[in-house]
C-alpha cells in the first residue's frame, strides 16, 4: 500500500540556519503530495503541496519538489526562525478527489535563537 | 470563520466507559475523517465519510464507530474506552475534489 517515509527527529536548528526534512513516498500511480505543519497545541495546517512531477509548491519561505524519478518530495527553508518550530508532517494522496491522506510519522524542529 | 470544532478539548475516562468526541464544520464539505496521533506513530485514519450517510473504515477502526447523519457532524463514539485508546484525536475536513484538509484543535483523551 501507499506509504510516507520522512526523517527521524527532533531535528534542533540555531536561528538562521538552512533547513531540509527528507520525505520519500510510495504510491500507486501519481500521487498528491503535501507538507502539513503542527504548531505546539493546534491541530494541523496545510504548508504547502503539489500535484504533479516536478511541480514546486512553497509558502512562508519553505519549498518543497515533487521529484517523480526519486519519489522524494523534502522540505526545505533557507533561513529558519525561531517561530518555524513545530511539528512537520509529509503526506501523500493518491487518486482523484478525497482519497484518505497517508502520513509520515512527523519530524519536530526546534529553532532556538 | 469556526472551520473544524472539536469538543472537548480534554477528557479523562475510567476504562469501559463511553463517550463522544464531537467534531462540526462550517464549511460545506462532504469529506470529513479522524486520526488518532501517537508519539512515534504520526496520524493514522481511524474512519472517514465522503458525504451525508456515508462512512467507512481506515487503518485502525476497532473499538470506535461513526455516524454522518448531516454534512456538518461527524461524532466518534467510543463505546468501551480502552488504556489503549488513550491519543490525541482530530477530526478534519475537505470539499470535493480540492484534496486539502482542514484540521480541527484536537481532543486529548486519557483512558485511565
Known amino acids: 500500500g501507499d506509504s510516507v517515509t520522512q526523517m527521524e527527529g527532533p531535528v534542533t536548528l540555531s536561528e538562521e540556519a538552512f533547513l531540509t526534512i527528507n520525505c520519500t513516498y510510495t504510491a500507486t500511480g501519481y500521487p498528491s503530495l503535501f507538507w502539513y505543519v503542527q504548531y505546539p497545541g493546534e491541530g494541523l495546517q496545510l504548508l504547502l503541496k503539489a500535484t504533479k512531477a516536478d511541480d514546486k509548491g512553497s509558502n512562508k519561505g519553505f519549498e518543497a519538489t515533487y521529484r517523480k524519478e526519486t519519489t522524494s518530495f523534502h522540505l526545505e527553508k533557507g533561513s529558519v526562525q525561531v517561530s518555524d518550530s513545530a511539528v512537520y508532517f509529509c503526506?501523500?494522496?493518491?487518486?482523484?478527489?478525497?482519497?484518505?491522506?497517508?502520513f509520515g510519522k512527523g519530524t519536530r524542529l526546534s529553532v532556538i535563537a | 470563520n469556526a472551520g473544524v470544532t472539536q469538543t472537548p478539548k480534554f477528557q479523562v475516562l475510567k476504562t469501559g466507559q463511553s463517550m463522544t468526541l464531537q467534531c462540526a464544520q462550517d464549511m460545506n464539505h462532504e469529506y470529513m475523517s479522524w486520526y488518532r496521533q501517537d508519539p512515534g506513530m504520526g496520524l493514522r485514519l481511524i474512519h472517514y465519510?465522503?458525504?451525508?450517510?456515508?462512512?467507512d473504515q481506515g487503518e485502525v477502526p476497532n473499538g470506535y464507530n461513526v455516524s454522518r447523519s448531516t454534512t456538518e457532524d461527524f461524532p466518534l463514539r467510543l463505546l468501551s474506552a480502552a488504556p489503549s485508546q488513550t491519543s490525541v484525536y482530530f477530526c478534519?475536513?475537505?470539499?470535493?475534489?480540492?484534496?486539502?484538509?482542514?484540521f480541527g484543535a484536537g481532543t486529548r483523551l486519557s483512558v485511565l
Open positions: 503526506a501523500l494522496s493518491s487518486g482523484s478527489g478525497n482519497t484518505p491522506l497517508v
Open positions: 465519510s465522503v458525504g451525508a450517510g456515508i462512512t
Open positions: 478534519a475536513s475537505s470539499g470535493i475534489a480540492k484534496n486539502i484538509q482542514y
